[in-house]
């Protein structure tokens, strides 16, 4: 699955052992953006061994941080359950807003792999 | 009032951008772009300039969904962005039930005497436990709104409808 990006929505790649997010979200419709890919997401963790999830956002706003909860959760539940899953949170070094994003959903994460990267 | 002097009333108060009537989730997508681009265009510093477009969207979000006077695609309200020597300022009115009136203000003043390690707490605690009830987004609006600003004021206006008057500062 390849999404393009929008003025409100990221560029999302998913493929079997990767999914790739990019840009800005917050998308007119929060339901219908993110159902296809959270679904899609879990048939991808149901049937791999590691998963490699990156994450390089410019902006998003309070309705999709619920998104990006679930998402997690997703991702913490397939950890949970003996897959070797690596996520990587990208911010620029000027960009406070997302590092504290960042840092926001690590505290979450205990099973899976999770870096806070600067770029 | 006459129209030049609305024209010098909002370049007198700072006011660079203003819309007034229906917003919905369309409207907010034709002008979210060119907000960006005005704000950018003002003060070069992303942080600052990605924290009043954030707010800018949680308030016109606000007004699409919880406005009281609406029309099928959205809701009827004010926003506006400032810009002086201090900073920004996000602003958002429209019309309210009365009935909420206590219920926000309550709310509100909680997110007023919270530091940013209370806010960051209620952001999560709220993420966790998902929206409230009657919430059409993900209840975090207020809280974002208060953890993107450096202060935020609000009233209520009976003019002589209730008016939900909310005034967000970003100051660098």
């Not at chain 1, 902006?59 to 679930?70: H, V």
């Amino acid at each position: 699955m390849h999404l393009e990006s929008t003025n409100r929505t990221p560029e999302v790649s998913i493929s079997d052992s990767a999914l790739e997010l990019k840009g800005e979200c917050y998308p007119e419709d929060i339901t219908a953006f993110s159902e296809p890919i959270l679904e899609l997401l879990a048939e991808k963790l149901e049937v791999c061994e590691s998963y490699s999830v990156g994450l390089e956002l410019r902006y998003f706003n309070s309705s999709s941080a619920k998104f990006f909860f679930d998402f997690f959760e997703v991702l913490e539940d397939a950890a949970a359950d003996g897959k070797s899953i690596s996520i990587e949170w990208r911010y620029r070094s000027t960009d406070n807003s997302m590092k504290e994003a960042g840092e926001d959903f690590e505290e979450d994460m205990e099973e899976a792999n999770y870096q806070l990267v600067e770029i | 009032m006459d129209s030049h002097d609305f024209h010098k009333l909002l370049l007198s108060r700072g006011t660079f951008f203003c819309y007034s009537g229906l917003l919905s989730e369309e409207v907010l997508s034709a002008i979210s772009g060119i907000v960006r681009e005005q704000v950018t265009d003002i003060d070069n510093n992303e942080d600052l300039t990605t924290r009043v477009f954030g707010i800018f969207v949680e308030q016109a979000q606000n007004i699409i969904r919880y406005s009281e006077e609406r029309l099928a695609q959205g809701g009827i309200g004010t926003v506006a962005i400032g810009h002086s020597n201090d900073g920004f300022i996000v602003e958002a009115i429209n019309p309210m039930n009365a009935e909420n009136v206590e219920r926000l203000k309550k709310n509100l003043k909680d997110l007023q005497q919270m530091d940013s390690k209370d806010l960051r707490k209620a952001y999560k605690q709220r993420l966790r436990e998902g929206p409230p009830e009657g919430s059409k987004g993900a209840g975090l609006g207020f809280i974002e709104i208060a953890r993107k600003s450096s202060k935020f004021e609000f009233d209520f206006v009976e003019n002589p409808d209730r008016l939900f008057v909310l005034k967000a500062w970003i100051v660098p």
